[in-house]
Nanobody, 127 residues
Framework: QLQLVESGGGLVQPGGSLRLSCAAPGFALNYYAIGWFRQAPGMEREGVSCISQRGGSTRYADSVKGRFTISRDNANNTVFLQMNSLKPEDTGVYYC????????????????????WGQGTQVTVSS
């Protein structure tokens, strides 16, 4: 019963920053690859970023590359998504997702590859 909990969402102005956190109390997330996804109203779910279970491999959607950074602190059992230079089109519900590792460097931006999902946190970028 792995349960993921996202936090850190909120309302920011364009150009601002937010840091999202994904945690799973009672579980060792270092055994899971983690992905961040988002969904805006009227839009399909988009893979934003992902990180391998050891943190050695990462991937970003073209739309966020250079602005977002994914990282993990395995000692504290937390995965972060630092979001800088936010744009209105970044608005949406952000979800973290997990999958028990396939290999040390397994990563994916395909939602159907993941087996566990959080409830999401709202990010709104507006002036």
């Amino acid at each position: 019963q792995l349960q993921l909990v996202e936090s850190g969402g909120g309302l920011v102005q364009p150009g601002g920053s937010l840091r999202l956190s994904c945690a799973a109390p009672g579980f060792a997330l270092n055994y899971y690859a983690i992905g961040w996804f988002r969904q805006a109203p009227g839009m399909e779910r988009e893979g934003v970023s992902c990180i391998s279970q050891r943190g050695g491999s990462t991937r970003y959607a073209d739309s966020v590359k250079g602005r977002f950074t994914i990282s993990r602190d395995n000692a504290n059992n937390t995965v972060f998504l630092q979001m800088n230079s936010l744009k209105p089109e970044d608005t949406g519900v952000y979800y973290c997702a997990a999958k028990f590792y396939v290999s040390d460097y397994w990563i994916s931006l395909r939602g159907y590859d993941y087996t566990h999902w959080g409830q999401g946190t709202q990010v709104t970028v507006s002036s």
